[in-house]
DNA sequence: GTGAGCCACAACGATCGGTTGGGCACGCCT
DNA sequence: AGGCGTGCCCAACCGATCGTTGTGGCTCAC
């Protein structure tokens, strides 16, 4: 099906004569004419009668019109959203499941006129991100770098929101049944966060973690996928890990699994924004003035040693 | 822009291989490779980073993939919208801001998924719409035929919902600020309702009304446009208009017209649902429930005669 | 090194999409 | 009633496109 025949057919049914929308589209009236022939061969129906005057919809005709002018609006949007110059807000995430990706689909749910569109750097290392921002490939990037002196002059990184981790535990889990946790009481038991690449964000953030509460992280080790972890955790009775709260990542339902808050202190894993210190797309605003509206956690914080307290 | 190659496009970035993507589509490795290859001319821009394993969607193509997806199950729902035989739940309404639309809408509004068309028969004569029902081109009818012999036997007509009528005036009008009014208040004055065919339903209703009220009622001549009705009301100080409760037909925004209910009794103009008595459409069930659940008009309520008390 | 797997390019036939030109049906106006 | 304008369809033609087969380049695994 040819998008170019469902915008004659659209015009067509508006303006009731083949000829105008011929006209407005710069072909000939044969050319709408046998684009719609060729629409309602392949529908197997006939979208219009024909006139002394010009077109009408039939009915088939008129249940089809919602749908092309969709689909037509759809590919609009398509267009603008890797159309080279103008395009609409692009913004890098680390997952399509994480915390980041669900901030951003709750903004878009109450917002859902603006265009954005999420997509995600196949590359571990922050400093692509910072690339990829610097050469306005994405408007910004929800990553880290914890030292500031890799940020070239026009690339700034501003803290988005905290994440507070919760403990997945399975439901043999000694500590399966408990509310809330303080992170002292994890100090006996074995944390098994897989897939942290050495020398990331992730890996600093566990290190000093585990330094400051005396805890036992297992980050080593390849990560075999989320089903795994999560079959692990389903039937052992002494592994847990940490997921963050917002996350869609690790999702409980089909294991029984539970999620268990941390606090006294909450431990807040300070998500940043990379983006260009001039000139940002202008759809940046709305995303970053929901960020701030976003519930902060409450009570006492910890935040690794580079998140300065917001 | 060729929705075949937007699927191609889809299968190709879901199972990462234009290869995969071909045997699935039925085509050669080749074709889908032009097609992608004449999107991206199509877009000025690379969809997919090919490597020796596959190919792997650009940022640019991460940003296209919902966009296409969406797309291609759009196309797919106008499709069944009008695939004889299977097709969507069709619906015949009077105008598409007429109560039975706007009850529709609410309707389709909670139930998203289901598809649903709303058209609208070119004819006055109710039993155009009891052919098309019989005939299988519409799965039901908001229309009232007044004499139940004309329906053919498998054919059937049921109570939908009551619109109360309400009076619409201009700013200038001695009922303007009414809060609301009884019916024989409007006694000595003029009430204009362009557009109603002799013999119509309508017609009927009318002819019922100023006989029981002693009410004046100018239901002939010509009806020029909403527009035109509009401005003569928003300019008079002597005409004023009925309207039903829930149409969009008449909208007082832009003319600061009063829209005024009129109760003990509340004129109900009844509203009707043909449709076939064997193998209805299913997805009528839920429209019907829906009709049943509406808020009924409180306190006295007058019909015309053809309306069984519901 | 070699083979397997994958994508791109080239050439070719069939089809499609557009244009021009002509014809038919209907309503309007004289 | 008979021209005349309007709107759509059909026919012919031509260039572009689509899909196929055949081939080559590239990388990775063994």
Redesign the interface.
Known sequence: ????ALRSFVRAAELGQFQHAADELGVTQQAVSKRIAALERE???RLFTRTPRGV?PT??G???L???R??VA??E???T????GS??L?IDVLGLRSAQAVVLHDYWRSHPEVDL?V????ADDPRVAVA?VEAG??DASFRTVTDPAVLPPDVCMMHAFDSPLELLVGPGHPLASARELRPSQLRKHRIWVPGIAAGSEWAEFYDQLVTHFDLRIDAAGPHFGDEVLLDALADSSDVATLVGARDRYLWPEDHDLRRIPLVNPTLAYPLSLILPRTNPHPGLRGIITHLGNLPRPHGAVWRPSWSATP
Chains 1, 2 share one sequence.
């Open positions: 099906m040819d998008t170019e529908l197997q129906v009408e009915l088939d008129q249940a089809f919602p749908h092309a969709s689909i759809s590919v949007r398509a267009v959203a890797v159309r080279p395009r609409a692009r569109d997509v995600t750097l196949r990829a490939d994405v």
